[in-house]
Structure formats: C-alpha cells, structure tokens
C-alpha cells in the first residue's frame, strides 16, 4: 500500500491507498494552536507525536507492506529546531499576527513589493519573512540557539527519518526563492535584513528529498518522500495541474489554486508563484485567510450545528434578506488577493428581522465572493476542482457553483495525502495512474439564474470591500 501523510493546521491526518488510488483507511488525530493576542503557535512535539500515532494507527488497520509513503503539510510559518531536529520555541503558525506592524512598515516603504517584484511572493505576517525578521528583533536568542528554520512538514521529515535538515521548492517559494532559479535570492534575504541569518534558510532539496523511515510510526527502511506542502500537493490529488486548470480549497485557509507556465511579477502584489517539481511551471496561488474559520465563528456564535448548515442555506433566499459579510475574520487580516494586515470582518444589513438562516447564508455567500476574487487574480481560464473540509455541505457546494458562475470538480477524501502520495510516486518512478488517482466523485453544474443574480452582488461585493479596505488603511 501507499501511505500519505498530511500534517495539518488542527488535524493530522494518514490515509492508505491502494495501487489504484482506492483509500483504504483514514487515521486522525487533532492538534492544538495555542492563540493569544494575535500569536498563534504550535507545539512541535505534539505536532510530531500526532504523526507517529496517526500512522502506527494507520499501519495496524491496513496491515500490508508500505511501498511508500509522501509527506505533505502545513505551509510558511517558522518551525526553529536544533542540530538534531528538535524544537527551540514553540512553532509560529502561518496563522500567526505578531509581525503586522513591521509588514505595515515594509507595505509603506516599498520592501513588501520589491520583494514581490523579485520573487512573485507577497508577504503576510505569518510568512516566513516577517516572523523571522520579528524574532530576530525580539527572540534573538531563539534564532542564535537554532540550526534551521524550518516548515511543518521539514521538521517531521527530520525526525521521521534522520536526514539532514533540507526543505523543497515549493515551501521555499515564500518569501526568499527566486522562481526562475529555483534558488534563495540572497537581495530578498538582504532587503528583509536577515543577511546575518542566512544560514538559517535549509538547503533547497530540488527535486524533494527522499530517506528511509527510522521505525517510529512507520517500519524501519520505508521510503519517505519529503514532497510538496500542502497546498500544491492538493492540487496534484485533485489533478489541476495542466496551464489554466484550477483548484479552491475550502478549509481553514480558503486557496486558490492555478497552474501556470506564465511568470508575471506585475500587477497588485499579492499571493505567490509556488515551485513545483516541474521546471517552468508553477502554480499562481491566491491564499486567503478567509476560510471556513469564518463560518465557524458564525456558527459558534449563533449557536447553530453544523449539520444544520443544509439546512438553514435552504431556509432564506441569495441574497439572505438583504444581510451581507465581508468575512475577513482574521487576526492578521487578508492576504490574498490583496495584502491588506488590518482589514477585519464587517456584517452590515442586519436588523432584529434578520435570521441565523440569513447570518450563515451572507457568510457562506461572502465566502464564495472571495473565492471568485482570489481565482480570477490566479487567472483561472480551465476547469475548476474544489475539495477541503467545506465540500462536506452539499448545499455549500452547489451555493459556490452558483457564486463562482462556473461547473465544480468535487473531490473528495484526503486530496492532500492523495497528492503527496502522487509526489512521492513521481520522485521515486512508481508508476501510477494518475487519472485514476484524481477522478472527481462529482460535477456541480450551476443554475444559470442564480448565477446570473450572483454575478451582480459579486461586483458589489467587491465595491464595499474597497471601502474597507480604505478605512482599514485610514
């Protein structure tokens, strides 16, 4: 069997495939985010810890030799750990608010967008940039005690096998990776002023690096591909990798994917061109911050399930009786398709009249504008996949096929593990079908009136989301 590993924001996960891309078996256990006035982090060793009981679960309800098994993860944040891989500070998640004030300083003195110009990267405060340059200033002890700055899935590469601390293109791609070389752009690193830190950035293994497992978790000797992170390896799972092709995942963080041969680093600096393990292409990636954390919140505030979601989507009209939401709910803001660190959710058209039904139904709406927002800035021409923890709603799903005005790939099971396990197929020439492997389960066509009204409150979407963005900046 193949196994693929995702080590996620709040869960991580194993799941088991067969040679045709059949899951055979699913194991998760939860993690937790320590959040405390715009600081988010992660503990490494429960991180890890999860990892190992997540696959020693695994292995013993699929009890067949492991052929392989491909490693994917959590993007950007900073993950310090030692000369032996273990952890310095608690890791600052992606998530993470604290370097927003000296993101602010770089947006207003043209660092931000220099660096966009070289790398195609647009940094937010959970980036690898900013935090670092933030505990250089504040934690310098941090970074004098560690070996590497590391991502999620390096370090749980590191300690899973032994190997040498090393990262790959595609989590390298932010903010310090030159696109075109696949190599650190040593101006980057100088314009953020951690020249002296530079040996803190791990070696670019291109392609992703491979080792055999240690024993913990997985058998002694299993090869282990340390792929792509989470992101572009859900694109791989959910087959979106021809030029125009793309990708929206509806979960903690809502991404927009597009794969590209095109390399243009004009425009409105936001999101970033991720590497792949393709030479000359790239996947135009719109990351928001806005995601199905927003619906939580409104859920958890309202009170309501969420198996009551369907339910109460059908209960109000589009439009949800006149309630709109810009769902920026963030601590640190939006980062895709704009960078805007203090912008914050806004709820307006509410009245004592107004529903739960109406509340979650804006919210889910809003949702939808800022996927279309962040997929036309990715230049989306092709089909479009969806996957992510909100597809688990039908009434979503065929409320975003409505919103987004176009036919939706549903994909559904681990699309990240599935993509890393295609990965590691690649890396290390086992032949798979890869159709096979990323055959969506479903197509969601939308109705042509609802998309027709949707596509008249997207444009006024958009108008209230410029004023915001005004009085966030004033």
Same mark, same amino acid.
Request: charged fraction near 20%; aromatic fraction near 6%; proline fraction near 7%.
């Given at each position: 069997m193949y196994v693929g590993i995702d080590v996620g924001t709040s869960m991580v996960k194993a799941a088991a495939f067969d040679g045709d891309g059949r899951e055979r078996g699913v194991a998760a256990r939860p993690v937790q985010l320590t959040l405390r006035e715009g600081v988010v982090e992660q503990d490494m060793d429960e991180v890890y810890g999860a990892v190992v009981a997540v696959l020693e679960e695994l292995t013993a309800r699929v009890p067949e030799p492991v052929e392989l098994a491909g490693l994917t993860g959590q993007g950007d944040g900073v993950w310090l750990v030692d000369g032996r891989g273990r952890p310095v500070r608690p890791a600052a998640s992606w998530m993470d608010g604290r370097a927003h004030e000296l993101l602010g300083r770089w947006l207003?003195?043209? &660092?931000?967008?220099?660096?966009?110009?070289? &790398?195609?990267?647009?940094?937010?405060?959970?980036?690898p940039g900013p935090l670092l340059a933030w505990l250089d200033a504040h934690e310098p002890e941090a970074l004098d005690a560690a070996a590497a700055a590391l991502y999620c899935k390096d370090m749980v590469f590191r300690r899973l096998t032994g190997a040498a601390a090393t990262t790959d293109v595609s989590d390298a791609s932010m903010p310090f990776l030159d696109p075109r070389t696949r190599a650190y752009d040593d101006k980057v690193v100088e314009l953020l002023g951690l020249t002296h830190r530079r040996a803190l950035l791990a070696p670019v293994s291109d392609p992703v690096a491979t080792a055999p497992a240690l024993g913990e978790g997985l058998p002694a000797g299993t090869r282990v591909v340390n792929g792509p992170y989470d992101l572009p390896a859900c694109a791989l799972g959910a087959g979106a990798t021809a030029p125009g092709d793309g990708l929206l995942i509806v979960g903690t963080c809502l991404a927009a994917l597009v794969a590209t041969t095109e390399l243009d680093l004009g425009g409105e600096?936001?999101?970033?061109?991720?590497?792949?393990?393709?030479?000359?292409?790239?996947?135009?990636?719109?990351?928001?911050?806005?995601?199905?954390?927003?619906?939580?919140?409104?859920?958890?505030?309202?009170?309501?399930?969420?198996?009551?979601?369907?339910?109460?989507?059908?209960?109000?009209?589009?439009?949800?009786?006149?309630?709109?939401?810009?769902?920026?709910?963030?601590?640190?803001?939006e980062r895709a398709p704009f960078v805007e660190p203090r912008l914050r959710a806004e709820l307006t058209g509410v009245s004592l009249e107004s529903t739960p039904a109406d509340l979650?139904?804006?919210?889910?709406?809003?949702?939808?504008?800022?996927?279309?927002?962040?997929?036309?800035?990715?230049?989306?021409?092709?089909?479009?996949?969806?996957?992510?923890?909100? &597809?688990?709603?039908?009434a979503w799903t065929r409320l975003l096929a409505d919103v987004l005005g176009r036919p939706l790939r549903v994909v559904e099971g681990e699309v990240g593990a599935r993509g890393a396990v295609l990965a590691a197929a690649g890396r290390c020439g086992v032949p798979l079908d890869t159709a096979a492997w990323t055959r969506p389960t479903a197509v969601i066509t939308p109705d042509a009136d609802r998309a027709a009204y949707y596509a008249r409150a997207y444009e006024e979407h958009l108008e209230r989301l410029t004023e915001a963005r005004r009085r966030a900046r004033a």
């Amino acid at each position: 069997m193949y196994v693929g590993i995702d080590v996620g924001t709040s869960m991580v996960k194993a799941a088991a495939f067969d040679g045709d891309g059949r899951e055979r078996g699913v194991a998760a256990r939860p993690v937790q985010l320590t959040l405390r006035e715009g600081v988010v982090e992660q503990d490494m060793d429960e991180v890890y810890g999860a990892v190992v009981a997540v696959l020693e679960e695994l292995t013993a309800r699929v009890p067949e030799p492991v052929e392989l098994a491909g490693l994917t993860g959590q993007g950007d944040g900073v993950w310090l750990v030692d000369g032996r891989g273990r952890p310095v500070r608690p890791a600052a998640s992606w998530m993470d608010g604290r370097a927003h004030e000296l993101l602010g300083r770089w947006l207003a003195d043209g &660092t931000a967008e220099a660096v966009f110009r070289r &790398t195609g990267g647009a940094m937010f405060p959970g980036s690898p940039g900013p935090l670092l340059a933030w505990l250089d200033a504040h934690e310098p002890e941090a970074l004098d005690a560690a070996a590497a700055a590391l991502y999620c899935k390096d370090m749980v590469f590191r300690r899973l096998t032994g190997a040498a601390a090393t990262t790959d293109v595609s989590d390298a791609s932010m903010p310090f990776l030159d696109p075109r070389t696949r190599a650190y752009d040593d101006k980057v690193v100088e314009l953020l002023g951690l020249t002296h830190r530079r040996a803190l950035l791990a070696p670019v293994s291109d392609p992703v690096a491979t080792a055999p497992a240690l024993g913990e978790g997985l058998p002694a000797g299993t090869r282990v591909v340390n792929g792509p992170y989470d992101l572009p390896a859900c694109a791989l799972g959910a087959g979106a990798t021809a030029p125009g092709d793309g990708l929206l995942i509806v979960g903690t963080c809502l991404a927009a994917l597009v794969a590209t041969t095109e390399l243009d680093l004009g425009g409105e600096p936001a999101g970033l061109y991720i590497g792949t393990d393709r030479p000359g292409h790239w996947l135009r990636a719109m990351p928001a911050m806005v995601g199905t954390a927003a619906l939580d919140w409104v859920l958890t505030t309202t009170g309501v399930r969420h198996e009551e979601v369907d339910g109460l989507l059908a209960a109000t009209p589009p439009g949800a009786h006149g309630v709109r939401v810009l769902p920026y709910f963030a601590p640190s803001g939006e980062r895709a398709p704009f960078v805007e660190p203090r912008l914050r959710a806004e709820l307006t058209g509410v009245s004592l009249e107004s529903t739960p039904a109406d509340l979650i139904r804006a919210t889910c709406e809003g949702i939808g504008f800022a996927a279309r927002h962040c997929l036309a800035a990715a230049g989306l021409t092709g089909t479009l996949a969806v996957c992510g923890g909100g &597809t688990r709603s039908p009434a979503w799903t065929r409320l975003l096929a409505d919103v987004l005005g176009r036919p939706l790939r549903v994909v559904e099971g681990e699309v990240g593990a599935r993509g890393a396990v295609l990965a590691a197929a690649g890396r290390c020439g086992v032949p798979l079908d890869t159709a096979a492997w990323t055959r969506p389960t479903a197509v969601i066509t939308p109705d042509a009136d609802r998309a027709a009204y949707y596509a008249r409150a997207y444009e006024e979407h958009l108008e209230r989301l410029t004023e915001a963005r005004r009085r966030a900046r004033a």
